[in-house]
């Protein structure tokens, strides 16, 4: 078989299903319903984008970043429907990974992974290193004792000069959170699906509670100007920069193989995580733009629960609100860990990495080694590194694993077709129109990313390149298959 045809070469339409003996009999227990999987969505989703990149996102584009949300959910939805279609069609975890493989072959498929690894642990390292500001808020208006500064600022800074590097400083608080998350992981999927969902549950009525007072302080005047001297471009990179936050989307896919009746319920919990998501963001951010001017965003640590201080006068509401935040952002760190555990899982599933990471806990049914290994590698990152380097690389990730996806569909729907076999959900207007819509969408976000974005993303996939050829192409189960049908 010659090298094109390996690069090209494809899954079968049967996922998961037709893997079962390719790993030793190893698999991940059932462990969602519809409930518990559209809360592992909206865990990973909403929250992150509000509790943390409004400092990020705003001074980008001022009161517009209204539209940057509006965009990035709008670009989210049209992707959210292929994911549904396909999942509906391809019983499997791993998401794009797994959907990469059946429609565009092992090479592409790779290097959606490679995305998804970047993607999941970069935004679980954001995440937990935004944690941090919410800890030292709820601690200093709880009791008056805030973190030292040593122990929550990172080693790697980026300021006016560039890169700075501070000997003297850890960021304690996101290690902690990492090894949290890692011991309920290490419990089993059922129990970290019921820990997540109470979470989100809290961090729902908490964003709640804040915009019920914010509003009570709402002004208009802080949306004009509506667009600040950057325009359209400013909400084109602040959607570059928000986009990371609808990982949750991906996420829900990632647990194919932990989910009861998939067909039905992936893509059902996709669409309703999305539609959750969406109302959230809006009226949140909406809330908090009437409540505080734009320019009061930059730089501003614990931002909501600053406002809350703000608009009240009262340490109690900013209490409040950073214990929920405290809480429940726990979750989003939890499923961005959980997710590249599972991608992770599929990978080594498919013999593209070593078998370590295809070990699962006989009790548990969890696989132990790749949640060490991502905990460990999460940990290292978010106690060193200053979040902004983080953000726009993990949109960066998602916005390729989301062209992936479209793409997929019509290879796809086209092999279904071929096969004879029954599909579930089916996109509306063929399935060019949205893939195509969705692709574009993604494609006009991605240009306005900056070029540092570009230069470490192509660096990561240089080494993911690395990777293929010197290990997972000589590995694969379907190199392997290929040998044994030769000797037959």
Same mark, same amino acid.
């Given at each position: 078989?010659?090298?094109?045809?390996n690069?090209?070469?494809?899954?079968?339409l049967?996922?998961?299903?037709?893997?079962?003996? =390719?790993?030793?009999? *190893? +698999?991940?227990?059932p &462990?969602?319903?519809?409930? #518990?999987?559209?809360m592992? %969505?909206?865990g990973?989703?909403i929250?992150?984008?509000?509790?943390f990149?409004?400092?990020?996102?705003v001074?980008?584009?001022?009161p517009?970043v209204?539209l940057?949300?509006?965009?990035?959910?709008f670009?989210?939805g049209?992707?959210?429907l292929?994911? =549904?279609?396909l999942? *509906? +069609?391809?019983p499997a &975890?791993?998401s794009?990974? #797994?959907?990469a493989y059946v %429609?565009?072959g092992?090479f592409?498929?790779?290097?959606?992974?490679?995305c998804?690894?970047?993607?999941?642990a970069l935004?679980?390292?954001a995440?937990?290193?935004?944690?941090?500001?919410?800890?030292?808020?709820?601690?200093v208006?709880?009791?008056g004792?805030p973190?030292?500064e *040593?122990?929550?600022?990172?080693?790697?800074v980026?300021?006016?000069?560039?890169?700075?590097i501070?000997v003297?400083?850890?960021?304690l608080?996101?290690?902690?959170l990492?090894?949290?998350c890692?011991?309920?992981?290490?419990?089993?999927a059922?129990?970290?699906?019921?820990?997540?969902?109470i979470?989100?549950?809290l961090?729902?009525?908490?964003l709640?509670?804040f915009?019920?007072?914010a509003?009570t302080?709402?002004?208009a005047d802080?949306?004009t100007?509506?667009?600040?001297?950057?325009?359209?471009?400013?909400?084109?990179?602040a959607a570059?920069?928000?986009?990371?936050?609808?990982?949750?989307?991906?996420?829900?896919?990632?647990a194919g193989?932990?989910v009861?009746n998939?067909?039905r319920?992936?893509?059902?919990?996709?669409v309703l995580a999305?539609?959750i998501v969406?109302?959230?963001?809006v009226?949140?951010a909406?809330?908090?733009?009437?409540?505080q001017p734009?320019a009061?965003?930059?730089?501003?640590?614990?931002?909501?629960?600053?406002i809350?201080?703000k608009?009240?006068g009262?340490?109690?509401?900013?209490?409040?609100?950073?214990?929920?935040?405290?809480i429940s952002v726990f979750s989003v760190?939890?499923?961005?860990i959980?997710?590249?555990?599972?991608?992770?899982?599929?990978?080594a599933?498919d013999?593209?990495?070593?078998k370590?990471f295809?070990?699962v806990?006989?009790?548990?049914?969890a696989?132990?080694?790749?949640?060490?290994?991502?905990?460990?590698?999460?940990?290292?990152?978010?106690?060193?590194?200053d979040?902004?380097y983080?953000?726009?690389?993990v949109?960066?990730?998602?916005l390729?694993a989301?062209?992936?996806?479209s793409?997929?569909v019509?290879?796809?729907?086209a092999r279904?077709k071929?096969?004879?076999?029954?599909?579930?959900?089916?996109?509306?207007?063929?399935?060019?129109?949205?893939?195509?819509?969705?692709?574009a969408a993604?494609?006009?976000?991605l240009?306005?990313l900056?070029h540092?974005?570009?230069?470490?993303?192509f660096?990561?996939i240089?080494?993911a390149l690395?990777?293929?050829?010197a290990y997972g192409?000589?590995?694969?189960?379907?190199t392997r298959?290929a040998?044994?049908?030769?000797q037959a």
């Amino acid at each position: 078989m010659g090298l094109i045809q390996n690069l090209l070469r494809t899954k079968g339409l049967e996922g998961d299903a037709g893997e079962e003996g =390719a790993h030793g009999g *190893a +698999s991940l227990a059932p &462990s969602f319903g519809l409930f #518990s999987l559209t809360m592992l %969505g909206v865990g990973a989703t909403i929250g992150t984008g509000i509790f943390f990149v409004m400092a990020e996102a705003v001074p980008k584009a001022g009161p517009a970043v209204l539209l940057a949300f509006l965009l990035a959910g709008f670009t989210a939805g049209l992707t959210a429907l292929c994911y =549904a279609e396909l999942a *509906a +069609s391809i019983p499997a &975890s791993g998401s794009s990974y #797994s959907y990469a493989y059946v %429609g565009l072959g092992e090479f592409a498929a790779y290097i959606v992974a490679a995305c998804l690894m970047l993607e999941y642990a970069l935004s679980a390292s954001a995440t937990a290193i935004g944690w941090s500001g919410y800890l030292n808020n709820f601690l200093v208006n709880l009791v008056g004792v805030p973190i030292p500064e *040593a122990l929550r600022s990172p080693m790697l800074v980026l300021g006016e000069k560039g890169l700075e590097i501070h000997v003297d400083q850890f960021n304690l608080p996101p290690v902690i959170l990492v090894g949290l998350c890692g011991l309920l992981l290490l419990r089993g999927a059922k129990e970290s699906a019921t820990a997540n969902a109470i979470m989100v549950m809290l961090k729902l009525a908490v964003l709640i509670f804040f915009a019920v007072i914010a509003f009570t302080a709402f002004n208009a005047d802080n949306f004009t100007p509506f667009y600040n001297e950057a325009g359209m471009k400013g909400v084109t990179a602040a959607a570059g920069t928000v986009f990371f936050s609808f990982i949750g989307l991906d996420a829900i896919s990632t647990a194919g193989a932990e989910v009861r009746n998939p067909k039905r319920n992936v893509p059902l919990g996709i669409v309703l995580a999305l539609i959750i998501v969406m109302a959230g963001y809006v009226v949140v951010a909406m809330a908090a733009l009437g409540a505080q001017p734009a320019a009061d965003f930059a730089h501003q640590e614990a931002g909501l629960a600053v406002i809350l201080q703000k608009v009240t006068g009262q340490g109690w509401p900013s209490v409040v609100l950073s214990a929920g935040a405290v809480i429940s952002v726990f979750s989003v760190t939890l499923v961005a860990i959980y997710g590249q555990t599972r991608i992770l899982f599929a990978i080594a599933r498919d013999g593209l990495i070593p078998k370590t990471f295809q070990q699962v806990n006989t009790r548990t049914l969890a696989p132990v080694n790749n949640i060490v290994y991502v905990c460990i590698g999460v940990a290292i990152v978010a106690g060193t590194v200053d979040s902004s380097y983080l953000w726009d690389m993990v949109s960066m990730g998602t916005l390729v694993a989301f062209m992936a996806v479209s793409a997929s569909v019509p290879v796809v729907r086209a092999r279904l077709k071929a096969a004879s076999t029954v599909q579930g959900f089916r996109l509306p207007f063929g399935p060019y129109l949205i893939p195509g819509l969705s692709i574009a969408a993604c494609c006009y976000i991605l240009k306005d990313l900056s070029h540092a974005t570009y230069v470490v993303f192509f660096s990561w996939i240089t080494v993911a390149l690395v990777g293929y050829f010197a290990y997972g192409i000589r590995h694969s189960n379907l190199t392997r298959a290929a040998a044994q049908k030769e000797q037959a």
